[in-house]
């Protein structure tokens, strides 16, 4: 069964540093998504992502969070200069083009900061 | 925005017992799709169970239902004859028809043997 893959599986990092999270979304997906989620608590929206460009984007994405789908299958978040806060886990996600469609996500990348 | 309101943080349920789960969301739009999805400890989140809201039969898979009520906004859902293999924390999910997800808080759920 198709499924979405993330890589790392966990990283740990100091503050200031880049990190890059990859993720394989399902192949016949058009929409992709990166959520984020602290300590099991609520999922947190930070970007979508549609037709190669952002279709939308919380207020958590700022200018230190970029996204990128560089070769037509891998979907890529990057934070330039990594905060204390934004140890989380990342989860990424995919959405078929039906409009009754789910988000089928990877396992999530968890990301240390110290 | 759309919002999407889960007001259990934490319930429980004992082995076999049947278990309500609430949800309620607010939006404007007409047609629009709601989901449960259940996320075991450090695991990936899952889909339980799907809602198309412009369909006035409730949804059913096996051990789970939900109560979908149009105009009242709620979407709870409703796991039958509880198994252990249940815990877990459970999302609420509202997708509009710009393909966004709205998530609520979550509510974990506990399984006593």
């Known amino acids: 069964e198709p499924e979405v893959t993330q890589t790392p599986s966990h990283q740990v990092t100091q503050m200031g540093q880049e990190v890059i999270l990859r993720c394989v979304p399902i192949?016949?997906?058009?929409?992709f998504y990166w959520y984020r989620q602290i300590l099991g608590q609520k999922v947190e929206f930070l970007v979508s992502?549609?037709?190669?460009?952002?279709?939308?984007k919380s207020e958590i994405f700022d200018d230190q969070f970029s996204v990128e789908r560089p070769d037509g299958s891998n979907f890529t978040l990057k934070i330039r200069s990594t905060k204390l806060e934004d140890s989380a886990m990342y989860f990424c996600?995919?959405?078929?083009?039906?409009?009754?469609?789910?988000?089928?996500f990877g396992e999530g990348s968890r990301l240390t900061v110290l | 925005a759309q919002t999407v309101t889960q007001s259990q943080p934490e319930m429980s349920v004992q082995e076999a017992e049947t278990v309500t789960l609430s949800c309620t969301y607010d939006?404007?739009?007409?047609?629009?799709?709601l989901f449960w999805y259940k996320q075991p400890p450090s695991r990936q989140m899952i889909l339980v169970i799907r809602?198309?809201?412009?369909?006035?039969q409730n949804a059913t898979e096996n051990r789970f239902s939900v109560n979908f009520q149009k105009a009242a906004k709620s979407f709870s859902l409703k796991i039958s004859d509880s198994q252990l293999g249940d815990a877990a924390m459970y999302f609420c999910?509202?997708?509009?028809?710009?393909?966004?997800?709205?998530f609520g808080t979550g509510t974990s759920l506990t399984v006593i043997p």
């Open positions: 996600a995919s959405s078929p083009p039906l409009i009754t469609g789910e988000l089928f």
């Open positions: 192949s016949n997906h058009l929409y």
């Open positions: 992502f549609y037709n190669n460009e952002i279709s939308e």
């Open positions: 939006t404007s739009e007409s047609d629009y799709y």
């Open positions: 809602q198309e809201a412009y369909k006035q």
């Open positions: 999910a509202y997708r509009s028809t710009g393909n966004q997800f709205y």
